[in-house]
């Protein structure tokens, strides 16, 4: 009996060790969560979305799912049997009169917009987890580092999942850093990690922030969900719309496909880029992640003139081919004859320039 207590006891304190380090962030407290309390999107001590949102879909559920995940037949392209090709681009001496979007794998991304600087959900480690040795990158796809990039006005994160808002990259580019745009609750972790409470833009969907050289970000709705602990949905996850005078983009984050796509093309559009995701998709979690067909309804629903898939070259977090989410969005676009750009990570798309060729790096 001695003996068994010894071990819970162990098992306890390992545990609470383990969920004590930093990379977990922080609880929302104090003046934070009073404004999230105040939200009508906040009900039940959750967040919500717009619809009910299943994790899974009719007849799953999370033992088949991992179960399917851990011990099913693996699809032998689930990951690149090559390296990711890559272009090096010198982020730090880039012109800041050119517009453009540079892709760095899965859904970190720069945008530079009226010599502005955006980095959006960036991941730099050699992982997107909490721990070192799950859900490593693929070769080729990790180039690119917080050493190699620019100063930035604007760090954009649309929710607080690992594989979006990753510990160690968000840490060594603080310095780097101007503001972070945040929803609700997110800059709880960031205050934990370091950033003064003046560099944090924290809003809840409908709220805007007038940025630098009257460039304006509104928040918007997504379908999906928080959490980096066992408490689900105690942070927003969003879209945003990013808008200069004569430009307006979309920036999707994850999202399973719904009404509020085409709420906010009615609202907000037309786009001249939607960055959507696409990409870690599975009929059995389609209600928070899209399926590549959505991404095209999605598109439309946003009167989107050009498409940016993302979501994919950089991890296997879904059982699907890693090249078939490219595949797939390129083939249906090609089908509503819908731009669809599809860079290699690194290269520079100008974004004044809609009809740019792209090569299907992915075959």
Do not use: C
Request: proline content about 6%.
């Amino acid at each position: 009996m001695l003996y068994i207590l010894i071990l819970i006891l162990a098992i306890a304190g390992f545990s609470y060790y383990v969920l004590s380090q930093e990379v977990f962030g922080a609880k929302p407290t104090g003046k934070r969560l009073e404004k999230m309390l105040l939200s009508q999107n906040y009900k039940n001590g959750q967040f919500q979305n717009i619809n009910v949102t299943p994790q899974f879909a009719e007849g799953e559920s999370m033992p088949k799912v991992m179960f399917n995940f851990l011990f099913g037949k693996k699809n032998p392209d689930l990951k690149p049997k090559t390296n990711i090709p890559f272009i090096e681009t010198d982020l730090k001496n880039l012109s800041k009169d050119e517009n453009i979007f540079i892709w760095f794998g899965h859904s970190s991304y720069y945008i530079q917009l009226n010599g502005v600087r955006f980095l959006v959900d960036p991941v730099f480690s050699k992982f997107g987890s909490p721990f070192k040795f799950f859900n490593k990158v693929f070769s080729g796809s990790d180039f690119y580092t917080p050493q190699l990039m620019p100063e930035i006005d604007y760090l954009v994160i649309t929710h607080d999942h690992y594989d979006h808002l990753d510990y160690p990259t968000v840490k060594k580019l603080k310095n780097k850093v101007r503001q972070v745009i945040l929803p609700l609750g997110v800059g709880a972790h960031f205050e934990k990690w370091g950033y003064a409470e003046e560099q944090i833009l924290e809003e809840d969907w409908g709220g805007s922030f007038v940025l630098k050289n009257h460039l304006q970000i509104t928040f918007t709705p997504a379908r999906h969900f928080s959490g980096r602990k066992f408490n689900k949905n105690n942070t927003l996850w969003s879209s945003f719309v990013l808008q200069s005078a004569d430009k307006k983009i979309f920036l999707g984050g994850d999202s399973g496909y719904d009404s509020h796509f085409k709420m906010i093309g009615e609202k907000h559009g037309p786009f001249d880029f939607a960055i959507l995701e696409n990409g870690q998709y599975n009929r059995a979690w389609k209600y928070i992640h899209t399926l590549p067909e959505e991404v095209i309804q999605a598109s439309e629903d946003l009167k989107a003139q050009s498409v940016i898939p993302v979501h994919s070259g950089k991890f296997a977090l879904a059982l699907h081919p890693w090249n078939e989410p490219l595949q797939k969005v390129a083939a249906y676009a090609q089908e509503k004859k819908l731009s669809v750009l599809t860079p290699k990570i690194g290269q520079v798309v100008d974004l004044n320039n809609k009809n740019l060729p792209f090569d299907k790096w992915w075959e």
